[in-house]
């Protein structure tokens, strides 16, 4: 099969295309005849030699898919022949891919195999995030940094669905004009605007119940400026710096929560739950056409040195696929 290798750590150029053997199925896996695969911020890093795979996980990119399921080990047969979408570990970029039996989700008719594989990533990240470790409810006001990443417009359209105001931070006007559309109740630019003021002023000072952070360093102490008292702070990655300098008082004062995680490394039962979660909470507004991903653009496999380099251009609105013939 033809799939993606990273040559060496270094710029999207390092991205390969290799031969590689088509890979077996073992228990409780299926192999999957690839339609589709995301490309998230972790395969950047993973290119860049900052996040290695867990072990055991395929060395190549790709941490969710879509496709058909063309064979099966111990506990997937039932699955054979049918179009599903997965979360996986790793190997995404190929033609063929294996993938948990617990993480795949069916894909339904009213959903392309582009679309069907721009889900699993950004789904699960938030709903643990934002719904199960940062709580929040419906009628609860939260604040999400990267409003247009594929984690900020996976955050929009479920906060529209569970009743969340979603307060979105962007890097442009057009980005900001374009999270609103999308159904943020508030973008604001980070670049004109100070978004700690911006809250304020947004919540009459309250204050949000939770901040999903993907930035971390100096932006951690701005955050919790911005959560209303017994607010939660969730941390899901740290794009300008792995340490920030905390105010215990304040989390004291205010009975404020820190926390966060990352998905890649837990294991298939964690991710089984999850996704078992999903597939009764979330899976009903997909099947009805009331949850799509947002789609920026589209490349061969071939070409995802090209999708990288989008990417990390920071122009993107949501979701980058790689599209498997």
């Known amino acids: 099969m033809t799939a993606i290798e990273i040559s060496e750590p270094g710029g999207p150029e390092v991205l390969k295309a290799v ?15 690839v339609a589709a695969a995301g490309v998230n911020r972790p395969d950047v890093l993973q290119r860049l030699g900052a996040y290695p795979p867990p072990p055991g996980a395929s060395d190549i990119p790709g941490l969710e898919i879509s496709g058909t399921v063309v064979a099966a080990g111990e506990g997937g047969a039932q699955l054979i022949g049918t179009k599903v979408c997965a979360l996986v570990a790793g190997g995404g970029y190929a033609e063929y891919c294996v993938a948990p039996v617990g993480t795949c989700l069916p894909v339904p008719e009213v959903l392309r195999m582009i679309e069907a594989a721009a889900i699993p990533e950004t ?9 199960e470790r940062g709580f929040a409810a419906d009628g609860d006001t939260v604040l999400v940094h990267g409003g247009t ?37 508030h973008a604001i630019n980070y670049k004109e605007t100070d978004f700690v003021d911006a809250v304020e002023r947004w919540t009459g000072g309250r204050g949000v119940a939770v901040v999903l952070d993907m930035v971390g360093g100096d932006y ?3 955050n919790l400026k911005c959560l209303a008292d017994d607010g939660r702070h969730v941390s899901i990655a740290v794009q300008r710096g792995a340490t920030a300098e905390v105010p215990i008082f304040e989390l004291m004062r205010r009975r404020l929560t820190m926390t966060g995680s990352t998905l890649r490394p837990r294991d298939v039962n964690f991710k089984t739950m999850v996704a078992d979660e999903l597939a009764k909470t979330v899976w009903p507004y997909v099947e009805g056409n009331r949850l799509k991903p947002v789609i920026d653009a589209t490349f061969p496999l071939a070409e995802a040195a090209a999708a990288h380099a989008r990417m990390e251009s920071g122009e993107h609105v949501g979701k980058i696929v790689l599209e498997i013939s």
């Open 19 to 33: 031969q590689r053997p088509v890979p077996v199925a073992g228990p409780g896996e299926v192999l999957v005849k």
């Open 149 to 185: 990443s594929g984690i900020g417009t996976m955050a929009i359209l479920l906060g529209n669905l569970f009743g969340l105001e979603v307060i979105v931070t962007c890097g442009s006007d057009d980005k900001c004009a374009s999270a609103v559309e999308l159904g943020a109740a």
């Open 220 to 222: 951690v102490a701005r």
């Open 123 to 131: 789904l699960f990240t938030v709903w643990i995030n934002l719904f």
